[in-house]
């Protein structure tokens, strides 16, 4: 199957609405997520990630959340077998009650190698974020240097 712009919008859709299992089930086991810098440790959550330790980093920043933080999918573009996304997350810290208000890119590149696959899978994200932001609100809200909660 063809990596087409409504599949993305389903999978963006997961996160939107927690279906953490269905968005899961889109990347590939062997999958590679990358935050802002792949090469050095720059801030809480730069480098590189595989599935597990992604998800892992993903529930750490979620505890600095008061609520789940609301998502907004600003455009979308589509092209062969990537996509790129631009999106909003909009949340209050769970200590401070601070405003976080972030605009993200994301880069995702899909193995549709296989015709018979009905759905492709996630092999490479790349996330472009304001590392500042997120570094402060986080620290401010309960996540240390090391992922551990204060």
Known sequence: M?????YV?????????GNVPQFAASLADDMEWVIVNPNDKTFLHSGT?????MFEAMTSLM????APPEMQLRSLIVAGNKAVIESR???KGVKDGSKFDNWLCVVCEFDNS???DEKPQIKKVH???DSAL??????????RIDGDAA
């Not at 990630?49 to 330790?53: L, P």
């Not at 505890?63 to 008061?66: G, I, L």
């Open 2 to 6: 063809p990596v087409t712009e409504a």
């Open 9 to 17: 919008r389903e999978l963006f859709n997961c996160m939107v609405t």
């Open 49 to 53: 990630y595989d599935k597990k330790t």
């Open 63 to 66: 505890k600095c959340f008061a």
């Open 89 to 91: 997350t909009i949340g």
């Open 114 to 116: 296989n015709p018979e």
């Open 127 to 129: 996330e472009y974020y």
């Open 134 to 143: 997120v570094d402060a609100f986080c620290k401010a809200n309960g996540e």
